[in-house]
């Protein structure tokens, strides 16, 4: 199964004549599920079900063609959001760190930075912006404790995701400031559908990258993550409480702009492409002036 968020209401996206097309979630269910994301994932369980017994030929009836300037984050008011760093040895090396030898750390982004996939994303005044392409966890039911090897089943789907970071407001001391480096308007774009995992051949082994004006600056594969999503959400839950629809970024593989030897930071006018296998795409264009109202 895979869900959108189009214009704040919960969709299912289908393929229609080899394009994927959307159907209202709240409509296809007769009002049982939907409209609002929030819920969905409250109800997941029950989704599931639903979806598990229906015919994708008939539920494609009546699809439209998806408009991707008009998708939100596929979970948009998470209660909690956690961000993982230094999860890829890779990128820990390049950060001048030691690879994790216990749970690497977390810190959140600010909620109010969530976007859909394709945005225009201003660029701070003074600021040091840099690209960091993240497969993205959703939860999808109340977790607590939770075993590694049952964590799969308490996640709703993955989703592609930009941990777009300004380094000098980061890094400017006296200790990180990893939650508002991170949380600039626009910093934390997702999408394009929330995909569950029954979907992917591996969940556990995706190619991920991205690349500035079509130049590869980032390219990995998830079954290279210290912690992976399963081993996220049993480290996570055995200290907090996971709520349906909290958002897990599970951290960035080698290629950061901050690991290059000089430095490199995104520019007035520079396009960030994101992908994920099996996930779908971001598109990102970055400049210094607000776009006029
Ligand atoms: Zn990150």
């Known amino acids: ?33 939907g409209p609002d994301l929030p819920g969905v994932y409250r109800d997941w369980a029950h989704v ?11 539920v494609a009836t009546g699809a439209v063609p998806i408009d991707r300037a008009r998708l939100g984050a596929p979970s948009p008011a998470p209660a909690q959001v956690f ?11 390049e950060s001048g760190f030691e690879a994790p030898t216990r749970l690497p750390p977390v810190f959140t982004k600010y909620v109010s930075s969530f976007t859909g996939p394709d945005t225009d994303v201003a660029l701070p005044p003074g600021g040091n912006v840099d690209w960091e392409v993240e497969l993205v966890a959703v939860i999808g039911a109340e977790a607590s404790r939770v075993d590694e ?3 799969w089943s308490y996640v709703a789907g993955l989703t592609a995701g930009q941990d777009i970071s300004e380094r000098v407001s980061q ?6 400031q990893f939650g508002l480096g991170k ?23 995706l190619e991920l990258g ?7 600056v980032q390219k990995g594969r998830t079954s290279d993550l210290i912690y992976s999503v399963p081993k996220l959400v049993a480290a996570l839950s055995a200290i907090v409480t996971l709520h349906p629809g909290d958002v897990i970024f599970t951290g960035t593989p080698a290629g950061v702009g901050l690991g290059r030897k000089p430095p490199r930071y995104l520019q007035d006018g520079e396009r960030l492409d994101s992908w994920i296998e099996g996930i779908g795409e971001l598109h990102q264009r970055f400049t210094t002036t607000t776009r006029a109202e």
Do not use: K
């Open 1 to 33: 199964m895979r869900i959108a968020n189009l214009d704040q209401r919960a969709v299912l996206v289908v393929d229609a004549a080899g394009a994927d097309a959307a159907v209202d979630l709240a409509t296809a269910s007769d009002g049982r599920f």
């Open 48 to 58: 599931q079900a639903w979806w598990t017994g229906l015919d994708p030929a008939a």
């Open 83 to 93: 961000a993982i760093g230094l999860n890829y040895g890779t990128h820990a090396a």
């Open 149 to 151: 090897a049952a964590a």
């Open 171 to 176: 890094l400017a001391g006296p200790a990180p």
């Open 183 to 205: 949380s600039f308007p626009g910093f934390s774009p997702q999408g394009p559908y929330l995909v569950t995992p029954d979907e992917l051949a591996d969940p556990d082994d």
């Open 210 to 216: 991205c690349a500035i004006d079509g130049e590869d």
